[in-house]
């Protein structure tokens, strides 16, 4: 039967409802919103790969343009709402502005980098209209060493929060940068646990908070529906087989 805790975590990756976890490769297509903006971008469909490659090429470089990276980043990850991105835009309007959301970036990703995450979070964290965690955290875990031994920058967003919540019961809904950190430490803690890559297990928790629409009701009352039909064991993938027919998804 299915409990909170760390052997949720553990069920999550195992179940076959969530497809391959190469799926987390898949290239997204970029919209026009960027182009319409004078915005150009290196392509028009991104992965992870792709932009750990973008990365890496700004490293090479003395003066590396953090701010265009920042735009492959948000092309990747805005889904639909281009509002925030709108107003991130705006903050690099002119040279200056440029300069100071360059030097803010390349802050937060030298510490990244090293592994420093509160530092990391803190760089950038608030400074910036608009660009909140959800956006930065992936901006983080891009300029991330991943051959690092400990813990790193991952992605940190409400269907993340949301997945860790309904799987565990811990909360990790402030904006401070424990929380980030100590967010970062527990994906690590369950990477040498479960033998699994960290940013699998991000992934892993994405989907899951898609299938539950980032609310953990919606996976306690898919729960509760099947001992209403008198099912005496209910175990994870049950409970994930009943939230994909009810959302009307084949796969997640």
Same mark, same amino acid.
């Given at each position: 039967?299915?409990?909170?805790?760390?052997?949720?975590?553990?069920?999550?990756?195992?179940?076959?409802?969530?497809?391959?976890?190469?799926?987390?490769?898949?290239?997204?297509?970029?919209?026009?919103?960027?182009?319409?903006?004078?915005?150009?971008?290196?392509?028009?469909?991104?992965?992870?790969?792709?932009?750990?490659?973008?990365?890496?090429?700004?490293?090479?470089?003395?003066?590396?343009?953090?701010?265009?990276?920042?735009?492959?980043?948000?092309?990747?990850?805005?889904?639909?709402?281009?509002?925030?991105?709108?107003?991130?835009?705006?903050?690099?309007?002119?040279?200056?502005?440029?300069?100071?959301?360059?030097?803010?970036?390349?802050?937060?990703?030298?510490?990244?980098?090293?592994?420093?995450?509160?530092?990391?979070?803190?760089?950038?964290?608030?400074?910036?209209?608009?660009?909140?965690?959800?956006?930065?955290?992936?901006?983080?875990?891009?300029?991330?060493?991943?051959?690092?031994?400990?813990?790193?920058?991952?992605?940190?967003?409400?269907?993340?929060?949301?997945?860790?919540?309904?799987?565990?019961?811990?909360?990790?809904?402030?904006?401070?940068?424990?929380?980030?950190?100590?967010?970062?430490?527990?994906?690590? #803690? !369950?990477?040498? /646990?479960?033998? &699994?890559?960290?940013?699998?297990? @991000?992934? =892993?928790?994405?989907?899951?908070?898609?299938? *539950?629409?980032?609310? #953990? !009701?919606?996976? /306690?009352?898919? &729960?509760?529906?099947?001992?209403? @039909?008198? =099912?005496?064991?209910?175990?994870?993938?049950? *409970?994930?087989?009943? #939230?994909?027919?009810?959302?009307?998804?084949?796969?997640?």
């Amino acid at each position: 039967m299915w409990q909170e805790g760390d052997a949720a975590v553990g069920d999550l990756l195992r179940s076959p409802v969530f497809g391959p976890v190469d799926r987390m490769q898949e290239p997204l297509p970029i919209s026009t919103w960027w182009a319409d903006r004078g915005i150009v971008l290196s392509s028009t469909e991104l992965n992870r790969t792709a932009l750990f490659r973008l990365a890496a090429q700004c490293w090479e470089n003395d003066e590396p343009d953090w701010v265009t990276f920042l735009w492959h980043v948000l092309a990747w990850g805005v889904v639909g709402d281009y509002r925030n991105a709108s107003k991130i835009v705006t903050s690099a309007g002119d040279a200056e502005q440029r300069a100071r959301l360059n030097g803010i970036l390349r802050a937060g990703a030298e510490a990244s980098r090293q592994g420093d995450i509160r530092s990391a979070y803190t760089a950038i964290h608030g400074q910036i209209a608009r660009l909140g965690p959800a956006f930065f955290s992936k901006f983080l875990y891009l300029t991330s060493d991943r051959n690092l031994p400990g813990s790193r920058c991952l992605i940190l967003d409400s269907r993340v929060s949301a997945a860790v919540f309904t799987l565990t019961g811990r909360e990790y809904w402030k904006e401070t940068a424990a929380t980030y950190a100590q967010f970062c430490g527990e994906i690590h #803690r !369950w990477s040498e /646990l479960f033998d &699994e890559p960290d940013d699998v297990i @991000e992934f =892993r928790l994405y989907q899951f908070g898609r299938l *539950i629409a980032s609310s #953990r !009701w919606r996976w /306690l009352h898919a &729960e509760a529906s099947l001992y209403r @039909e008198g =099912r005496r064991h209910v175990g994870f993938d049950d *409970i994930a087989e009943r #939230r994909a027919c009810l959302m009307g998804w084949t796969t997640v």
